[in-house]
């Protein structure tokens, strides 16, 4: 029954101009590793993902700079399909299967994100007094908790350790970690590329 009632926020993300980068997403809520295949988004996904309040804040931030259209429909269902409680979005160049683990506490200013981005709960992404917000590469996993601040890149495939505070570049494929954050270890950038879909539902 709660599926069923989501089907609003179904039409407007399936009729959306962005729906090749909303379905992306909704391949990440169905299945969050990117290390495991992935395999076509069919209505049943679709529903399922829209009950997931910070997909919905996804969608609606994509929705509101996808255009007039879709500024008028987030407008419209926001109140009705609540987004995640105390999760701010802002972003006008989001890449693909953005996914965020909870969402709660969450503030994300964002110059842009890069795909297959994973954010947990509590992180702030935003501005420093020297400036502009943070750039994330493809394939960046930020941990609970964590803090970038300013003008900075985070590398292809890095990974920003829980509770860390990022104040500096992170090159491609690093792990970083601490306060301030410093270097851990170096791993692959390509890691976590997309595996190839499969078409069986390995729940059926």
């Excluded at 919905?56 to 994509?62: E, H, M, N, S, V």
């Amino acid at each position: 029954m709660q599926s069923i009632c989501q089907l609003p926020l179904a039409l407007a993300a399936r009729t959306s101009r962005v729906w090749p980068a909303i379905e992306r997403d909704v391949e990440r809520v169905v299945q969050p590793r990117l290390d495991q295949p992935m395999r076509e988004v069919n209505t049943r996904d679709l529903l399922r993902a829209c009950a997931h309040r910070p997909f919905r804040t996804i969608l609606y931030t994509r929705l509101r700079y996808s255009g007039l259209t879709g500024r008028a429909a987030q407008r419209m269902l926001r109140p009705f399909f609540r987004g995640q409680i105390l999760l701010e979005l802002e972003c006008g160049d989001i890449g693909p299967g953005l996914y965020m683990w909870h969402g709660y506490g969450t503030v994300c200013h964002a110059l842009s994100i890069g795909v297959d981005c994973e954010i947990g709960q509590l992180v702030t992404i935003g501005y420093s007094d020297r400036g502009g917000p943070p750039t994330l590469g493809d394939r960046v996993r930020i941990g609970p908790c964590a803090t970038l601040l300013g003008a900075i890149t985070i590398g292809d495939g890095a990974v920003v350790g829980a509770n860390s505070v990022v104040l500096k570049d992170v090159p491609p494929g690093t792990v970083v970690g601490g306060v301030p954050a410093r270097p851990l270890r170096r791993s692959d950038p390509d890691a976590g590329a997309p595996s190839a879909r499969v078409d069986e539902d390995p729940l059926a």
